[in-house]
T-cell receptor
């Protein structure tokens, strides 16, 4: 069975500092990896994805993520955090699940708090 | 495209009543998902449709929950009878193939 782990419930960072939100995954075959952001009382919004190609993927709002196959990780990063980046972040993997379908599995989410 | 549209945005109902949540996916998307989000359990996949056919409903909590997708532009999630523990935010999402999913704004359900 595929799974996603986001080991930190909460990440605190000062505005202007770099941020990292961690994600590791387990999946059969090649993974399709995604990051989403959720602001209060809103649905999840897509940030970026890795399907194939360069291990460093750039996405919306200055975010990027690095795919590391050997460590089965897909950490989300941003060089300089903004207070407006404060939100709930979800990592997701879409791989071949039992039954032959590609069902997306989400992590539990990490709350990012950027302090002024 | 207006994105994934869910209705209603908020629903308050009494225990034992039937609740129907509605979703209009993005035109052209062939996959549709229903998720439930709570503080305790996070984001749970309830059911996954591909080309209007239910592929995986192993996340549906019990027989009180049912979902349909009569055509490519409409899906419903029904709870009958509703219970207080069903209170949550329910999201519908759609995608094309294996691409990223687009989420609706969600329906906040409160069962009293």
């Amino acid at each position: 069975a595929q799974s996603v782990a986001q080991p930190e419930d909460q990440v605190n960072v000062a505005e202007g500092n770099p941020l990292t939100v961690k994600c590791t995954y387990s999946v059969s075959g090649n993974p399709y990896l995604f990051w989403y952001v959720q602001y209060p009382n809103r649905g999840l919004q897509f940030l970026l994805k890795y399907i194939t190609g360069d291990n460093l993927v750039k996405g919306s709002y200055g975010f990027e993520a690095e795919f590391n196959k050997s460590q089965t990780s897909f950490h989300l990063k941003k060089p300089s955090a903004l207070v407006s980046d404060s939100a709930l972040y979800f990592c997701a993997v879409r791989g071949l699940a039992s039954g032959g379908s590609y069902i997306p599995t989400f992590g539990r989410g990490t709350s990012l708090i950027v302090h002024p | 495209d207006a994105g994934v549209i869910q209705s209603p945005r908020h629903e308050v109902t009494e225990m034992g009543q039937e609740v129907t949540l509605r979703c209009k996916p993005i035109s052209g998307h062939n996959s549709l998902f229903w998720y439930r989000q709570t503080m305790m359990r996070g984001l749970e996949l309830l059911i996954y449709f591909n080309n209007n056919v239910p592929i995986d409903d192993s996340g549906m909590p019990e027989d009180r929950f049912s979902a349909k997708m009569p055509n490519a532009s409409f899906s419903t999630l029904k709870i009958q009878p509703s219970e207080p523990r069903d209170s949550a935010v329910y999201f519908c999402a759609s995608s094309s193939g294996l691409d990223e999913a687009f989420f609706g704004q969600g329906t906040r359900l409160t069962v009293v």
